[in-house]
């Protein structure tokens, strides 16, 4: 939803195979989706060294596995963000215990002060969700970087290497944004219930791929169709299904009254 399509998916040894298996190279939902192996965990800013060749000479989108994000409009909320061709972006919203999270501090006129991880004494409450955007030197300012005392690369660091060059700006989620950190037991469970919560008012998927594809225009109906008959008769298939007639009756919907409107 944000644009993306090529994406390159980084984790252990261990789950790599199994998300390959799960998700395949997306060629079914008109994207490119790649792997990488990090075979021990030093640090989120190795994800640009790793995928240094994935990258090439564009800028790039950072995503942080355990994060759900859930808002209306996702392309035009991060639009400046998916624009950048210079400098970096941090995506920041306010929360109840900042000492847990990267911290953004801003001054008046919103420009980034400083960012603090994980601060015994918070300056604000404003904190990093992680996502993040940054221009092509990433892979280069990451080279730079020294691991921490606890042994690994740190995004904050590399984050005040733009901030530094007074690069690194901040975008703030909207009010009515929802992000879920599933990093930890309780967290997963409290996004569990939010999601059930949503689909079950709404009777509408969050985070259904294949129906963003489509919307998108990155597949046919005929081909979300093809997808659904995948999944058989099971309530994901049948979602698909619907997606797919609804979609259409609305598409048929509109050409009707087109053609009409150009009748009279």
């Given at each position: 939803?944000?644009?993306i399509t090529?994406?390159?998916?980084i984790?252990?040894p261990r ?9 395949g ?6 994207l ?7 075979n ?12 240094e060749?994935f990258?090439?000479?564009?800028p790039?989108?950072l ?43 801003l001054?008046d006129?919103?420009?980034?002060i ?36 606890r ?14 060059e ?5 975008q703030r ?10 990093g930890?037991?309780?967290t ?47 309530p994901?298939?049948t979602?698909l ?6 979609e259409?009756?609305?598409?048929d919907?509109y ?6 409107a150009?009748?009279?």
């Amino acid at each position: 939803l944000l644009g993306i399509t090529d994406i390159l998916i980084i984790s252990t040894p261990r789950d790599t195979p199994i998300l390959k298996s799960a998700i395949g190279d997306g060629s079914k939902l008109g994207l490119k989706i790649s792997y990488k192996v990090q075979n021990s965990p030093d640090g989120l800013p190795q994800a640009f060294t790793l995928g240094e060749e994935f990258i090439g000479n564009d800028p790039v989108c950072l995503m942080l596995g355990d994060n759900i994000l859930h808002l209306a409009d996702l392309f035009n909320n991060f639009k400046s963000c998916r624009m950048l061709t210079d400098g970096a972006y941090i995506v920041g919203t306010p929360v109840v215990d900042p000492k847990n999270f990267g911290v953004i501090e801003l001054d008046d006129d919103k420009n980034i002060i400083s960012v603090v991880e994980k601060p015994s004494n918070p300056k604000s409450n404003l904190a990093a969700i992680g996502l993040y955007f940054y221009d092509n030197s990433v892979v280069a300012k990451t080279k730079q970087l020294k691991p921490s005392a606890r042994g690994e690369l740190e995004i904050t660091d590399l984050n005040n290497l733009y901030l530094r060059e007074g690069k690194l700006k901040c975008q703030r989620l909207s009010r009515g944004a929802t992000w879920l950190d599933a990093g930890m037991f309780d967290t997963l469970a409290d996004a569990s219930t939010f999601i059930r919560i949503v689909e079950n008012r709404l009777g509408l998927k969050i985070g259904c791929i294949e129906e963003a594809a489509y919307m998108m225009n990155r597949i046919s109906r005929d081909a979300l169709l093809e997808i659904a008959k995948e999944f058989g008769k099971s309530p994901y298939g049948t979602y698909l299904q619907m997606v797919a007639t609804l979609e259409a009756k609305k598409h048929d919907t509109y050409e009707t009254r087109t053609d009409t409107a150009a009748a009279l």
